[in-house]
C-alpha cells in the first residue's frame, strides 16, 4: 500500500514538474496587448510575445526568476540577471552547442526564416518607413547566436540572419545581418519596411538552438545605438502584467582550482598564470585563471618555475580543462625528467573542468629549487584545435592524492 501510495505521488509530481514546465512557452499577454511606435521608436520585451508558430521542434521558452524551463539539452545557465523586466526567452532544447555536434537542418538550424520557432508581436505604427532592427541577445557560444526577423508572415531579405558575434557571456544589443563574405554581421544591413501605418505583425524566427532573446527596438534613425536595458515599452492598448521580479546578482565563481586546494589544509598550490609567460613560451594568460596556448602560433608549448615550497615527497595533481576543439596532453617535469603525461578526455562541452580532467602522480620527490616544468599538446577535433587550458598544480601530502584528483566540480 505504502509503495503504490509513493509510486501516486511520484506520478503526481512529474506531471506537475511537466505542466509547470509547458506553461513558459505560452503568451503572457492577451491578443488585445498591442504595442505603439512614437516618434519612429518601438520597445518590445521578448517576454511579451501574442503567439508562437511553427513549434513542433523547437519553441520558445520563458525565463525568469521562479520560472526555469527544462527542456531536453540546455547547456548553459539561466540569464535573468541583466535581463530588462528580468526575463527572457530561449529556443529550447539546444542541441548544438558547439561546432562539434552535427549541424542538422530543420532541426538544431534554420537558415530559411520563418521555418522554425516563430513569435509574435503586435506593433502599431503611426509612423511608415524604413526601421532598423535592434535585439538584445545572450550568446555563450558560437552555434546559438543568430536570428532571423519579419513582418506580416513575409521574411525580407533585410531580416535575414541577424549575427552576434561581439558580447559573449553577457546581453548585448546587436543589428548586424550575416553574409557570406562577412560571418560577423554588417551593421545597417538589418531592416524592416513598413509601408503603411496600422497595426503590423512582427515576428522573429529560429536559425540556431539556444538563442536567447531578452527585448527588441525598432527605430527610424538608422545610427540609434540602444543602451543598457533599452527604452520602455508604449502599449496601444491592452494591460501588461506586472514586471518580473527582480533577480540578484549572481555571486563571483570559485576557481575550481581553488575548491581542489582546499580541501587538504596542508596542500600547496601553484597557479598556472604564475609559471613563466614572457615570450619564450607559447603559453599565454587568459581570464583570471587560465594558462593557455596560442594553435595559430604553435600546437606545443612549454612553461616552467622554480619550486619554492619543502623539499619532500609529494602527489601531485594537475588541473586541466576539457575543450570541445580538440584533446590537450600534457606532460610534468621536475628537473628536466618527465614524471608522467595526461591526456584530457575528449568533451561536447566548451569547457568542462573536473576530476576526469585532472590527473594524479603519487609519491614525486621534489627539491625546493627545482625547475618544475608543464608541456603540453594540442590536438583537433574537426578544423579548430584545443588552447590546453589548464589551472595550476596542487602539491599534496603522500597518500591523499586520490581523494584531492577527485574532488567535484562544485555548481
Ligand atoms: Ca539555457
Ligand atoms: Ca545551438
Ligand atoms: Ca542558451
Ligand atoms: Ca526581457
Redo the contacts with the bound molecule.
Keep these: 500500500m505504502k509503495k503504490v501510495l509513493l509510486l501516486l505521488v511520484a506520478v503526481i509530481s512529474i506531471q506537475k514538474l511537466a505542466s509547470q514546465s509547458s506553461k513558459f512557452n505560452a503568451p503572457i499577454v492577451s491578443k488585445d496587448v498591442v504595442f505603439e511606435e512614437k516618434k519612429g521608436f518601438v520597445a518590445v520585451e521578448a517576454e511579451y510575445f501574442y503567439k508562437q508558430t511553427k513549434s513542433e521542434i523547437r519553441e520558445w521558452f520563458r ?1 525568469s526568476k521562479n520560472e526555469t524551463p527544462s527542456i531536453g539539452r ?6 535573468c540577471y541583466g535581463a530588462s523586466n528580468n526575463a527572457y526567452l ?1 529556443i ?1 532544447p ?1 542541441e548544438r552547442v558547439t561546432h562539434a555536434d552535427e549541424l542538422k537542418p530543420n532541426d538544431n538550424f534554420s537558415n530559411v526564416p520563418g521555418k522554425m520557432a516563430v513569435v509574435h508581436y503586435k506593433v502599431k505604427f503611426n509612423t511608415t518607413g524604413r526601421y532598423y532592427v535592434w535585439v538584445r541577445a545572450f550568446s555563450t557560444g558560437g552555434e546559438d547566436n543568430g536570428i532571423h526577423v519579419g513582418v506580416d508572415n513575409t521574411w525580407p531579405e533585410h531580416g535575414k540572419r541577424m549575427q552576434w558575434c561581439k558580447g559573449k557571456n553577457r546581453w548585448t544589443w546587436e543589428s548586424k545581418q550575416r553574409t557570406k563574405k562577412v560571418h560577423c554581421g554588417v551593421a545597417k544591413e538589418v531592416y524592416l519596411d513598413i509601408t503603411s501605418p496600422g497595426i503590423h505583425d512582427i515576428q522573429f524566427s529560429m536559425r540556431e538552438d ?1 538563442f ?1 532573446f531578452d527585448k527588441f527596438v525598432l527605430t527610424t534613425d538608422a545610427n540609434y545605438v540602444p543602451l543598457k536595458t533599452g527604452r520602455k515599452s508604449v502599449v496601444a492598448t491592452g494591460v501588461l502584467p506586472a514586471p518580473f521580479p527582480k533577480v540578484k546578482k549572481p555571486a563571483p565563481k570559485i576557481p575550481y582550482i581553488k575548491t581542489v586546494t582546499a580541501s587538504v589544509a596542508e596542500n600547496k598550490v601553484i597557479y598556472a598564470q604564475e609559471f613563466l609567460t614572457d615570450g619564450t613560451t607559447n603559453f599565454y594568460k587568459n581570464g583570471k585563471n587560465w594558462l593557455v596556448l596560442n594553435p595559430k602560433k604553435s600546437k606545443d608549448a612549454e612553461t616552467s618555475i622554480v619550486f619554492k615550497y619543502k623539499t619532500g615527497n609529494y602527489d601531485v595533481v594537475f588541473v586541466g580543462a576539457g575543450e570541445s576543439n580538440g584533446v590537450s596532453i600534457f606532460s610534468f617535469l621536475v628537473d628536466k625528467k618527465e614524471v608522467g603525461n595526461f591526456k584530457l578526455p575528449a568533451t561536447n562541452k566548451i569547457l568542462e573542468q573536473g576530476e576526469n580532467f585532472n590527473a594524479l602522480w603519487q609519491n614525486i620527490k621534489i627539491k625546493k629549487g627545482d625547475k618544475i616544468k608543464i608541456k603540453a599538446k594540442a590536438t583537433s577535433a574537426g578544423h579548430k584545435y584545443a588552447r590546453a587550458r589548464w589551472e595550476g598544480i596542487v602539491f599534496v601530502p603522500v597518500g591523499k592524492g586520490k581523494h584531492v584528483k577527485n574532488i567535484p566540480l562544485s555548481k
Design positions: 525565463t540546455d547547456d548553459d545557465e539561466q540569464h530561449e529550447l539546444d539556444g536567447e
